[in-house]
C-alpha cells in the first residue's frame, strides 16, 4: 500500500530553526516533493529530492534517505508568514503524486 | 511561461444539484492533467487524471467524473452532488519535470 507519515502540528518560535519529518512506503519512488500551503490557497512548491542527500534553497533545506523512506523539511530563521501547512508528497512508480496529510505549523512571536 | 486557471473561486450549491468545474493551462502542451480534493482536517486525495485528450483515469469510486475535450482543458462534473462532496477542489498540471506539480488556485465548493 500507499503510507506517507509526517506530524499533524508544530509550533515554532519566530528566527528558530524546525525541522519537519516524513516517512513513506509507497509502490515505487520517482521522487519526494514538499508544497507550502497557506489556510484557503493552493499548495506552492518548495523542493524536490531524488537523489539521497541534503538540498538546500535559501532558509530552506530538504533531505532524503531512500533506504530509510525518510525525509525532512528544515525551515531556518522563522518568520511568521511562514505559519502554513507544510506537504510532503511522493511520485510513485506512475508518476503520480501522493501526499501525507501535511504537518501545520504554527510561528509565534 | 505556464499558467494554470481554475474557476469558480467559492460554489454553493445544493444537494442533488448538477456540477461543472473547469481548468485550463496555457504556455505548454500536451499536459498530464489532475484533479485533487482536500477536505478539511484531510490530506489532498487524488480524483482523476490525464495523460492526454480523451484519456481519464479515475482513482477512487464516487458520484464524479472527468472530462478532457481539449489538449489543455480539464473538467470535473457531477450530475448530483452529496454533501460529502464537499471540500477544497484543486486542479494541477505536470510535464513530468523537475517542479512536480503545479496547482490551479482552487475552488472551494459547499454542499448544503
Known amino acids: 500500500g500507499q503510507n506517507i507519515d509526517q506530524p499533524t502540528e508544530m509550533t515554532a518560535t519566530e528566527g528558530a530553526i524546525v525541522q519537519i519529518n516524513c516517512t513513506y512506503q509507497?509502490?515505487?519512488?520517482?521522487?519526494l516533493f514538499w508544497y507550502q500551503q497557506h489556510a484557503g490557497e493552493a499548495p506552492t512548491f518548495l523542493s524536490y529530492?531524488?537523489?539521497?542527500g541534503l538540498e538546500e534553497k535559501g532558509r530552506f533545506s530538504s533531505f532524503l534517505s531512500r533506504s530509510k523512506g525518510y525525509s525532512y523539511l528544515l525551515l531556518k530563521e522563522l518568520q511568521m508568514k511562514d505559519s502554513a501547512s507544510y506537504l510532503c508528497?511522493?511520485?510513485?512508480?506512475?508518476?503520480?503524486?501522493?501526499f501525507g496529510k501535511g504537518t501545520k505549523l504554527s510561528v509565534k512571536p | 511561461s505556464q499558467t494554470i486557471h481554475q474557476w469558480p473561486a467559492t460554489l454553493v450549491q445544493p444537494v442533488g444539484s448538477p456540477l461543472s468545474l473547469e481548468c485550463t493551462v496555457e504556455?505548454?502542451?500536451?499536459?498530464?492533467l489532475y484533479w485533487y480534493r482536500q477536505a478539511a482536517g484531510r490530506g489532498l486525495q487524488l480524483l482523476f487524471y490525464?495523460?492526454?485528450?480523451?484519456?481519464i483515469s479515475s482513482e477512487v469510486p464516487q458520484n464524479l467524473s472527468a472530462s478532457r475535450p481539449q489538449d489543455r482543458q480539464f473538467i470535473l462534473s457531477s450530475k448530483k452532488l452529496l454533501l460529502s462532496d464537499s471540500g477544497f477542489y484543486l486542479c494541477?498540471?505536470?510535464?513530468?519535470?523537475?517542479?512536480?506539480?503545479?496547482f490551479g488556485s482552487g475552488t472551494r465548493l459547499t454542499v448544503v
Open positions: 494541477a498540471w505536470s510535464d513530468r519535470g523537475y517542479y512536480g506539480y503545479t
Open positions: 509507497t509502490s515505487g519512488f520517482n521522487g
Open positions: 529530492n531524488v537523489l539521497d
Open positions: 508528497a511522493v511520485e510513485g512508480s506512475q508518476g503520480n503524486l501522493i
Open positions: 504556455g505548454t502542451s500536451n499536459p498530464n
Open positions: 490525464s495523460v492526454g485528450i480523451g484519456q
